[in-house]
């Protein structure tokens, strides 16, 4: 407590000779902006403990009645499937129905729509990625669409790259949340301008995807953790919540920091982290209805550190079942069948 006083204080000196520092010095580069936002960090954002942030998850999950009609827990989108990738879309699109989304529509390249459709005949599939006019057909949808997923299975076609550039666009304008993983994270990296600013956006990056887009923001890992580089890429970002997938998941939104500390599966099949981005769509709508409608539920959590931490710990709960089950065989598809038992032991009242 003494150190946090001490440090409390010492903040507060540094803030009240700031002006004179940058009139004396124009250019202010005697001042290290960097120290002075880590210790604003530390200070002024005492992350939540889990017990905590886990009763805000169970305040925004909205109960089942008998007077709800259909769309109204969430009808999520999911851009992204092509011809190579058809299974990506589909996990993140069946993950978010059986959280409880009401209706999950992916939105895909033609080639890979009647894949994905004979997966499951509950998802929507919209074929329509690789067409001249699919900024218009899409912008049909938006309004729909309480929450949007971007990247699984999408591919890195130039052209299909510059058609979602132009729907994020549209979405922003919009203001839907957006949840970004995989191609659509390659997407941000060659374009960080494209989602700063705004907010309402969390990123999945794993550990490639995280380091490639260090990189491009130019952030330096040099006597820094993971979480100081989170932290700072969400600085970099204005905003933008920071979901780094590992061991234990950091979250961020650069104000507070939190680690996931469930233990998962030492089992990495691919698919995962399409689970964990089409709950974190879920989570993310269900938060933002009730901060708006309910706002002492979650208080000063942003929905979108709340959304993540949901999803992370869920993603890992159901692959830690589904391992103590299968071992080595098992899939995504394993872990898909436990999110029923694992949302009901850790998340309903």
């Known amino acids: 407590m003494t150190s946090l006083v001490a440090r409390l204080v010492l903040y507060q000196h540094l803030m009240q000779m700031l002006p004179i520092l940058c009139s004396r010095y124009s250019k202010c580069n005697k001042i290290n902006f960097k120290f002075l936002s880590k210790m604003n960090r530390e200070i002024c954002s005492v992350a939540p ?45 069946i993950s978010a129905l059986k959280l409880g ?19 499951s005949p509950e998802l929507i599939v919209h074929p329509i990625l690789d067409k001249a006019n699919a900024r218009k057909e899409m912008q049909q949808w938006i309004p729909r ?23 994020i666009e549209d979405l922003k304008a919009s203001e839907k949340p957006l949840v ?7 997407m941000v990296t ?28 130019g952030l330096s890992a040099v006597n820094q953790t993971d979480h100081d580089i989170a932290a700072s890429m969400s600085n970099a970002l204005d905003g933008v919540v920071v979901a780094k997938k590992q061991k234990y998941d950091i979250i961020t939104d650069s104000n507070i920091v939190l680690q996931v500390k469930t233990n998962g599966s030492p089992r990495r099949c691919g698919g995962q982290g399409d689970l ?16 708006s409608s309910l706002p002492t539920l979650i208080n000063d959590v942003n929905p979108g550190v709340l959304s993540a931490y ?18 080595r065989s098992t899939t995504t598809s394993d872990l898909i069948g436990e999110i029923h038992s694992v949302f009901e032991k850790e998340f309903e009242h």
Not at 204 to 214: G, M, Y
């Open 180 to 186: 970004i993983d995989a191609d659509g994270l390659f």
């Open 101 to 119: 989304a009401d209706l999950s529509h992916v939105f895909c390249s033609t080639s890979a729509a009647p894949v994905i459709k004979s997966y």
């Open 310 to 327: 949901a999803a992370c710990h869920l993603s890992k709960l159901c692959a830690e079942a589904s391992f103590s089950k299968m071992g």
């Open 49 to 93: 403990s889990d017990t905590d942030i886990l009763q805000k998850i169970r305040n925004i999950v909205p109960p089942l009645t008998y007077n709800q009609h259909k769309g109204q827990s969430g009808r999520i989108g999911v851009i992204g499937g092509s011809e190579e990738y058809t299974g990506a879309p589909y996990f993140a699109a």
């Open 276 to 291: 964990l981005s089409g709950a974190a769509a879920v989570f993310f709508h269900w938060a933002l209805n009730h901060r």
């Open 145 to 167: 669409l309480h929450a949007v997923v971007i990247g699984p299975g999408l591919g890195r076609d130039p052209a299909i790259m510059n058609t979602v550039e132009g729907i």
């Open 190 to 217: 060659q374009n960080t301008p494209l989602i700063k600013g705004y907010i309402n956006t969390i990123i999945t990056p794993n550990a490639i995807e995280f380091q490639r887009l260090s990189q491009a923001l």
